[in-house]
């Protein structure tokens, strides 16, 4: 919690630097110590998000859709400036590589042309199309995918839509579970800006309103592990939201 212009911006993307440069604390009982790298994800555009603020159900799935649209370009960041990720991403089995696709495939509106190629041309390119309208993936496996599978078609198709049709709660439980399989051991999402937009600049009431169902859902507070949420607030929300 701190006043407007006392440095809460800085403190956010300070901590996102240590987050992608990999945080450094001795290993219990070891002599050395170990890199251990967290996705930071800025949360800090709320336009989508106050279209609905008077739908608590929606506003909590409107944050959820905002920060995955956000922790795509920030993976991609990621695996394309450290080797290790890169590393990792290439030596996952294959269905969770799949896992991986689905989200750059339904979440990629903010990642950059170039960007988006090279993280595609590391991930694969099997999923082709997603139709969440009409429940539909087209995807394309080599045979010899499928035989080190050891599922059908259909069964793949099946596993992916799964992903598709799941909460935007679970999407994003999924996908903190994926970083971790690729050495990423957290999300940090960090909030921050409530005091830089017109509608709740001056009034903290609005800002607590939009920000609370989002801090009170337990489903993304205490069920999704490797996800962390820090907040960036003015000091003048502090009683408003620990009340």
């Known amino acids: 919690f701190a006043s407007r212009g006392k440095g809460k911006t800085s403190a956010r993307l300070m901590t996102a630097h240590f987050c992608r440069e990999g945080l450094f604390p001795k290993e219990i009982g070891g002599s050395g110590d170990r890199v251990i790298r967290v996705l930071p994800v800025h949360h800090t555009r709320f336009e989508e998000i106050l279209n609905v603020v008077n739908h608590q159900t929606t506003l909590v799935d409107a944050h959820v859709i905002e920060i995955l649209l956000r922790a795509i370009p920030a993976f991609t960041d990621m695996i394309i400036k450290y080797p290790d990720i890169a590393e990792r991403v290439k030596e996952m089995r294959i269905l969770r590589r799949l896992e991986l696709q689905y989200f750059f495939v339904a979440y990629q509106t903010h990642v950059p042309f170039q ?7 590391l991930l694969g390119r099997e999923i082709k199309t997603l139709d969440n309208a009409h429940g539909a993936i087209g ?20 596993h992916l839509l799964a992903y598709a049709h799941a909460s935007v709660i679970d999407q994003l439980g999924r996908f903190a579970a994926l970083m971790a399989e690729v050495g990423i051991e957290a999300i940090y999402v960090l909030v921050d800006g409530l005091d830089e937009i017109p509608e709740t600049a001056d009034n903290f009431v609005n800002a607590a309103e939009l920000l609370i169902p989002l801090l009170a859902n337990l489903n993304l507070m205490t069920n999704t592990p490797h996800l962390v949420f820090k907040v960036f607030v003015p000091a003048e929300m502090e009683m408003l939201l620990l009340e």
């Open 139 to 158: 995807f394309s496996l080599p045979g010899n995918a499928q035989q080190q599978l050891g599922l059908t078609t259909q069964e793949i198709e099946s």
């Open 115 to 121: 960007e988006l190629k090279s993280a595609r041309d």
